[in-house]
């Protein structure tokens, strides 16, 4: 059997070839197609993106505009007649926001044994809590303690002023105790005494 090829034109399979070069077309529109689609989405993303900033600047102008407008009617002195107000309102929740129970808590921590206290005022001068303590001891000493323990809570300010010290008729030393308390807004801890004097 003869197979030599014996025509003058060899024969090439020009099917396979047409075949690949479709498939390789195909694939060449289909990314084109993709690519020309995400151009013009992005491209009206943009636009409408553009048109919102250019609508939300609109609209900081004209608040911008209305808040001059605003200023420019309010009074200065009507501002300050409500801050004065203000700080009166803030003063007199001060004053009912006053904790007693923190004080006499205070107090408690504070008291050596040979000291008690016999009456106790508080007022408010420029914006501070002052506080009048008239106490009785069996000496001066003991008193100095109890100003000496005060102090060292961080609470008690300026309690160099005593006033109207003298002797009872029990031989005991009575005086008035001024003092600035500035309460840190910790509680004070329920803790043994300081400096108990020891008898």
Known sequence: MIRTNLSTRPFY????????LLIAALAVVGATIFNVTRVLR??????QLATQAARDEEHAADLR?????????VDP?????A????RQANELIDRRTFSWTDLFNRFEATLPDDVRITAIRSRVEKDQDIVTV??????TDDIDKFMENLEATGAFKDLGRRIDEHVNEQNQMETGLDMLYVPSGQPPAKAKKPGTAKR
């Open 42 to 47: 992005y491209s009206r993303s943009d636009t």
């Open 83 to 86: 801050s004065a107000e203000a």
């Open 13 to 20: 399979n020009e099917r396979a070839v047409l075949f690949w």
């Open 134 to 139: 008239q106490v009785v001891a069996r000496s």
């Open 77 to 81: 002195k009507q501002i300050e007649f």
């Open 65 to 73: 505009q209305q808040a001059a407008r605003l200023r420019a009617t």
